[in-house]
């Protein structure tokens, strides 16, 4: 978006946005018929991918507040699309209200409803940025005043890098951002696979692949290697309904199901 | 619905510390709101943990209990608990569903549980449920509302954000454009321009309105479109980010502009090309200074013909080896008498003419597709890279000498310059650049010798001479550096008594590859060439200090020294300081010195004694006058002058010895001589006299003195003074 030689994009309302498919998945509003389209296709080809969707969500849940009892108090949430139900600066500042959040998120719209709902939150705010641009996010303003990289910090990538092709150099990125972390800092992190169910999972990338958002999917080992440079924490990288479940209830029958691996990493 | 989660009954190893305040003893309640959990928590998201919808649901199913048991219907109460649970987004359609068969089949069961003998009436349930469906939905309602809301809202404030961005990139990019010292055109993919900054009118020097329209190509001269259109199309594929090249155009009024063209694709939103912003940077003065310094090393400044360099290379790429029997043709050109002209008229006028002549041998040379080159001075060379033969050259040349022969005008004056053509014309095969020059030159020379104002054809033996006068000349300061010169002495015998009373210097050549030259073989070369100041400089050094060593060894028993001078020499300004250093360096008496110069040096133009004469008889020194007699009417003007005494040579004078009796005629021609020597009081000194007889003749003529075989053979100064050791 820095790209000089690129005029500022364009609001399109004509292609699905991922982050608003993922807001009605979650049961919310805040999308539009091409999203509700899309949405209902993927519903009808993974009809699970409501529970799916959730279940995700409920590792982001899991997962902030895995930090916040290790003392996090700062959070950068890479790729947040629409802040919808559950999102970061709640579930943080409900426990602690003097944490602070960044989100940061590629598409106009999503920026731009993060503001509107923000309104009024001093410890937080968006910023439109790739997840690439490192160095952008971190010496942008809103950063400066969000965040101190003197302290441990969580930066989430939740159900983000699976729309980052390998052209784009995610590990290099996640080694960049991992840099910048003070050390006992977290990464939370998800990722759609195909190991367990692929035609549910080729359906995704199907349907995504005209949407503003494709889907790329990768194995348990590519997805290690990409979070290498971490310290997992338990239990390590597993089907989200795996990882740190609040009650037996919550573990599925066949966690495989979900599509989707989650993981928490410490830098060390 | 719900074929994931773990359907049975959940077993809790122990509920989480603080999410429960559930004990051992199942609390029916809890266990109902459990339940419930589990029948909504999948159709949509809820923000909490399950434990937390636990504890959340069962205080709802607590106030549903306590407004069920209660003596009237509390509408509104329920309809909060609906509201409550959206609030908590339980906000599913299914979910609703649910909590409604949950709530109407157990929710009775559940008030008699909790209060034992309960009997809820139907239609109190019913009424339960009504409201709390209508809370719910209408919570529904407003929060798909709000949320529809807000997302109008984001999607207008991006719409505005992105707008903002691109006036403000726009506002710049057009304060740019509007601003900027460089032709900036928008220019489609197609390449036609759509929008061009005032620069570009001043560049092109063309109105907006006719730039507009026009193909980015259609501007490039011709010899540059490809170029252009090879940069433009590798941008446009996207094999290029950006392309800068130089491109000359031509403006209406004939102008030329050099523009440095650089151009950049823009794309869309969505990384399409949209189009191209090319950017015309007019360098047009630094290509003329480019293009002026180019033409300033090749060319000479004066004419604007080339120069030698450029004359140089021409004729290295001509006598490239090439299959076929290619020939080429020199010409090397001498204005004849430009000195005259420069030194009468001026530099100026002599400049303007050499301009005019330049100007017609390259208008003749072009005419034939020759080169026309300035060597320098008045010397032109034309070279003809590709002749048929010496025919078609010789009519090259012809036409040059005409050309130059014609009158010109220049500033008043009408001059005929005519010029000396030297002319070198054979096959490519065997030639080499300096060796092509130099033969040309060398037939100038020759040219020049046979008289002017003509042209003559390098042939290689009638050359050998001329090339060998050339080399001489060419070596000969290299020589004086070298020490190859020498000096000998002819002594000079007085008649009356034999004795040998001067010696006269002679300058010899040790040439490496000619041998041993006399005087008159080079000499005469150096007046020619100049070289002759050096020389006769080197000359009169040497003999005064020779002389000098004399007089230390012989006292007044030394002979005198005479020098023969060249008169160019002899009216060098120089002399005069260069002939005192040289006699106080050698420490010679000037009266021991005679200079031996022709007449006609000892006058300058007007005929006064020359300023040098008066020096020398200052000095002491005295004259002898080589060529005694050549002016006969003009003799009586020696009277004055510090002249002892004068050189006779010639046929005569050995005929005089021939025969048993003299002619009458050389007898009286030499008698006339000598009469007038004495007449002014001037000794007569005979050169090359040989034979005893001639000696005796001479005496009886009243000749003072002899010099050549009889006089005694040459010998070196080293020695003179045994000479007289062995004849005193």
Redesign the interface.
Same mark, same amino acid.
């Given at each position: 978006m820095t790209d000089p030689?690129?005029? /500022? +994009?364009?609001?399109?309302?004509e292609k699905a946005s991922a982050a608003?498919c993922y807001d009605y998945?979650?049961?919310?509003? $805040?999308?539009?018929e091409v999203d509700r389209e899309l949405a209902r296709k993927v519903e009808a080809r993974v009809p $699970?991918v409501? /529970?799916l +969707?959730?279940n995700n969500?409920?590792f982001l849940?899991?997962a902030v507040r895995y930090c916040l009892d290790r003392g996090i108090r700062q959070f950068l949430d890479l790729g947040s699309g629409?802040p919808t139900?559950?999102n970061v600066h709640?579930?943080a500042q409900d426990r602690a209200p003097e944490a602070r959040v960044l989100y940061v998120d590629n598409e106009?719209? +999503?920026? +731009? $409803?993060s503001?509107?709902?923000l309104e009024g939150n001093e410890r937080a705010d968006a910023l439109q940025a790739d997840f690439d641009s490192v160095e952008e996010i971190l010496a942008s303003e809103q950063a400066g005043r969000l965040l101190d990289l003197s302290e441990p910090i969580a930066v989430m990538m939740v159900a983000l890098v699976h729309f980052v092709p390998d052209s784009a150099g995610p590990h290099e990125t996640i080694r960049a951002y991992h840099e910048r972390m003070p050390p006992g800092s977290y990464l939370g992190f998800s990722h759609v696979t195909h190991e367990g169910y692929p035609e549910f999972t080729q359906s995704i990338i199907d349907l995504y692949a005209d949407s503003s958002n494709p889907v790329v999917s990768r194995t348990h080992e590519e997805v290690a290697e990409l979070l290498s440079d971490f310290e997992l924490v338990e239990p390590g990288l597993v089907y989200v309904p795996e990882w740190r479940p609040?009650?037996?209830?919550?573990?599925?029958?066949?966690p495989a199901?979900s599509l989707v691996y989650g993981a928490v990493g410490r830098k060390v | 619905m719900n074929d994931t989660p773990v359907e049975e009954e959940p077993v809790l190893a122990g509920a989480p510390a603080g999410t429960s305040r559930q004990a051992a003893e199942p609390d029916p309640l809890v266990d109902f709101a459990r339940r419930w959990s589990r029948a909504v928590i999948d159709t949509s998201y809820v923000p909490m943990s399950r434990p937390e919808l636990w504890e959340f649901l069962t205080e709802r199913v607590r106030r549903l209990l306590g407004t069920l048991l209660a003596e009237h219907h509390d509408g509104k109460a329920v309809a909060e608990v609906g509201a409550e649970l959206v609030r908590e987004h339980v906000v599913a359609p299914e979910a609703l569903r649910r909590t409604l068969l949950l709530l109407g089949s157990e929710l009775s069961e559940l008030a008699a549980r909790v209060e034992p003998g309960t009997v809820v009436p139907a239609g109190r349930r019913l009424e339960l449920l009504a409201s709390l469906a209508a809370g719910f939905d209408g919570a529904a309602r407003d929060r798909v509302l709000a949320e529809q809301g807000v997302i109008q809202r984001a999607v207008l404030n991006a719409r505005d954000a992105a707008e903002e961005a691109l006036r403000s990139s726009e506002a710049r990019f057009r304060a740019v454009f509007t601003s900027s010292a460089l032709g900036i055109a928008v220019v489609g993919l197609d390449g036609v321009l759509q929008d061009v900054n005032d620069s570009m009118t001043v560049i092109f020097g063309v109105a907006r309105e006719r730039l507009l329209g026009c193909h980015m190509l259609e501007l490039a001269d011709p010899d540059w479109v490809d170029k252009l259109h090879k940069s433009d199309r590798a941008l446009l594929a996207g094999a290029t980010e950006r392309f800068a090249v130089d491109v000359r155009y031509t403006t209406p009024e004939e102008r030329t502009v050099w523009a440095q063209v650089s151009g950049a694709l823009v794309t869309d939103g969505a990384g399409e090309p949209d189009y191209q912003v090319v950017l015309y940077a007019d360098v047009t003065d630094r290509y003329m200074l480019q293009a002026e310094l180019r033409r300033q090393a090749t060319h000479d400044p004066l004419t604007g013909l080339a120069n030698r360099t450029l004359l140089a290379t021409r004729l290295q790429e001509a006598l490239r080896p090439v299959p076929g029997n290619r020939r080429v043709g020199i010409c090397y050109l001498d204005l004849d008498g430009f000195k005259t002209i420069n030194d009468s008229l001026g530099h100026p006028i002599g400049d303007d003419l050499l301009c005019a002549v330049a100007n017609r041998i390259n208008n003749t040379a072009t005419g034939h597709g020759a080169l026309a080159a300035r060597m320098g001075g008045d010397e032109f060379v034309v070279l003809v890279a590709d002749t048929d033969g010496p025919t078609r050259m010789l009519g090259l040349v012809e036409h040059l000498l005409d050309e130059i022969g014609r009158s010109v005008r220049i500033g008043g004056h009408e001059l005929n310059a005519t010029a000396s053509a030297g002319v070198v014309e054979q096959p490519v095969a065997g030639s080499d650049p300096e060796q092509l020059l130099r033969e040309a030159d060398i037939t100038l020379y020759r040219a020049k010798e046979e008289g002017r104002a003509q042209w003559v054809m390098f042939d290689s033996e009638r050359n050998a001479a001329a090339r060998r006068r050339f080399r001489l000349s060419a070596t000969m300061p290299a020589a004086l550096d070298r020490h190859e010169f020498f000096v000998e002495y002819l002594p000079v015998r007085r008649l009356s008594d034999g004795r040998t009373v001067a010696m006269r210097a002679d300058v010899r050549w040790d040439h490496p590859e000619y041998g041993e030259l006399a005087a008159e073989q080079f000499v005469g070369l150096a007046e020619d060439t100049g070289a002759i100041t050096r020389l006769n400089d080197w000359l009169l050094r040497q003999a005064c200090a020779h002389a000098a060593h004399w007089v230390r060894r012989l006292g007044t028993e030394a002979p005198l020294v005479t020098v023969d001078l060249s008169g160019r020499y002899f009216r060098d300004p120089d002399l005069v300081s260069d002939f005192r250093e040289i006699l106080e360096e050698t420490g010679l008496p000037a009266e021991q010195l005679r200079l031996a110069v022709p007449e006609q040096a000892l006058f300058d133009e007007v005929g006064d004694p020359a300023d040098t004469v008066d020096i020398v008889r200052e000095l002491g020194a005295a004259f002898v006058v080589r060529d005694f007699g050549a002016r006969y009417t003009e003799s009586r003007r020696l009277r004055e002058l510090p002249v002892t005494s004068v050189r006779v040579t010639g046929e005569y004078l050995r005929r005089l010895s021939e025969g048993p009796r003299p002619d009458p005629l050389d007898e009286h021609l030499v008698s006339s001589v000598i009469s007038a020597a004495h007449l002014l009081d001037m000794t007569v000194v005979a050169d090359g006299v040989d034979t005893a007889e001639q000696a005796r003749r001479l005496r009886a003529m009243k000749v003072h003195a002899v010099q050549g075989a009889c006089a005694g053979e040459p010998v070196s100064a080293l020695e003179v003074p045994e000479l007289f050791a062995s004849s005193g």
């Open positions: 030689n690129r005029l /500022p +994009a364009d609001v399109d309302l608003r998945y979650l049961g919310g509003s $805040h999308n539009f $699970h409501k /529970p +969707a959730q969500r409920a849940r899991r629409i139900v559950g709640e579930i106009p719209v +999503a920026v +731009a $409803h503001r509107t709902i609040d009650t037996e209830e919550d573990r599925w029958e066949d199901r | -």
